[in-house]
């Protein structure tokens, strides 16, 4: 089989997404159709905001849809009017089986994770958050539990120790593109070869999740280790970003400030889990076996600094974590 000849539906919505869809297109595969969400109001004037995929989809010409549903009998009919051989899903929504097994060859999807591990919907930010020192992307075919089909490839990155979530996620979107390409040709070239999950699982061992981040996930408990606050603060950064609620003598209510940068310390003078410390330009706060030295912040309704400009116009008295 040519490139050309296969007939994909493409299926995502964020940047990590396109990076793949266009490594897709720019090799000379036949991508038939684009799925994604619909457009949704966004920022202070709720203009409807489309999704990176569909900007891209609509520059190169490609037909575009956005079902509310993804059961809905109309929407499911016009898919199976491309006849598309292949589906390929990257960064999207859980898909119905009626969609998933609708293309002869099957419907793969790429992961951000070395499945089994962090199966959910943020492996990248779980895996700097738990301190792994590695990670990867997965290429598997779906099936009905989520994250668990039998896999096709897997490549694998190294996560430095300081490094946060942002730069990790780029290096994985350019990982994935090119492994999304790889599979694409092991399924044309007929050489393609899976494993079961159930294989690369341990006895007694239960795979790593990747649940879904909340905003209570985001606050920091400095009742921890320095070590877990500061994988806390680089796994959640540059978004969702790590927090702490500060108070201080000038302003009775709580503020949120949130911390993109930090680093560890763990010698000299200890503080008291929680308290914080102003000593000239730096800022320190306490955690059960060291501190964190806050290095770049942004207040609630203000722009994203570094600490030491923070300092110079901050006046603060007394300041706790509330």
Not at 27 to 51: C, I, W
């Amino acid at each position: 089989m040519n490139k050309s000849d296969l007939k994909i539906i493409f299926l995502g919505t964020p940047e990590f997404a396109v990076c793949s869809l266009d490594k897709i297109c720019s090799s000379g595969f036949n991508v038939v159709a684009v799925v994604t969400m619909p457009d949704k109001p966004a920022g202070r004037g709720h203009h409807l905001y489309q999704s990176p995929v569909k900007e891209y989809a609509l520059a190169h010409n490609l037909p575009v849809l956005q079902p509310v549903s993804l059961k809905d009998e109309a929407f499911v009919e016009q898919l199976r009017s491309y006849g598309a051989d292949l589906f390929v899903v990257i960064a999207f929504r859980m898909l119905p089986k009626v969609v998933w097994e609708m293309p002869r060859l099957g419907t793969f999807n790429l992961h951000a994770s070395l499945l089994p591990d962090y199966r959910g919907a943020a492996p990248i930010n779980w895996a700097v958050i738990n301190g792994e020192k590695k990670t990867g992307v997965t290429t598997f075919f779906l099936k009905h539990e989520i994250d668990t089909g039998d896999i096709i490839s897997q490549q694998a990155i190294d996560i430095k120790d300081d490094e946060n979530v942002g730069s990790v996620h780029d290096r994985l979107m350019e990982l994935g593109a090119k492994l999304t390409i790889d599979t694409l040709d092991q399924i044309i070239s007929g050489t393609l070869v899976t494993t079961p999950q159930s294989n690369l699982i341990k006895e007694g061992v239960e795979p790593k999740s990747a649940p879904k981040i909340f905003k209570e996930t985001c606050k920091i408990d400095f009742n921890k280790p320095v070590k877990d606050v500061y994988n806390l603060i680089r796994g959640l950064s540059p978004y969702p970003t790590a927090y702490i609620d500060i108070c201080d003598d000038t302003n009775s209510s709580p503020r949120q400030m949130k911390i993109f940068e930090s680093k560890i310390i763990q010698d000299g003078d200890k503080l008291i889990p929680g308290s914080i410390e102003i000593c000239g330009d730096k800022m320190y706060i306490g955690a059960t076996d060291g501190k964190i030295m806050l290095l770049e912040i942004q207040m609630q309704g203000k722009k994203r600094m570094s600490i030491a400009d923070f300092l110079r116009g901050a006046k603060l008295i007394n300041p706790t974590l509330a």
